[in-house]
Nanobody
């Protein structure tokens, strides 16, 4: 069984930055992708950024140029660097891992962008 532990959320002013971390542990098999999703009140869950095992990345249009996903394979950890944050980025951010054993979600971390 895989466990994901997220950290780094919080309250930040518009234009500020935050860095989210997600550490995977447990019975991890071959990792295919590690992603970040977010869920804002009244909206559908949105895929924010994806990092494949091959190193490819993909971003939602709303965060392109502002967010960067990176991964430390040795630590089984994925990061989301979020810059130039906007109030509309406010949401619960979830880490998601897909490996040969299946799919696992983190517990979520709240990001609030407000003055």
């Amino acid at each position: 069984q895989v466990q994901l532990v997220e950290s780094g959320g919080g309250l930040v002013q518009p234009g500020g930055s935050l860095r989210l971390s997600c550490a995977a542990s447990g019975s991890i098999f071959r990792i295919y992708t590690m992603d970040w999703y977010r869920h804002a009140p009244g909206k559908q869950r949105e895929l924010v950024a994806t990092k494949t095992s091959g190193g490819s990345t993909n971003y939602a249009g709303s965060v392109t140029g502002r967010f960067t996903i990176s991964r430390d394979n040795a630590k089984n950890t994925v990061y989301l660097q979020m810059n130039s944050l906007k109030p509309e980025d406010t949401a619960v951010y979830y880490c998601h891992l897909v490996d040969s054993g299946g799919s696992t979600w983190g517990q979520g971390t709240q990001v609030t962008v407000s003055s």
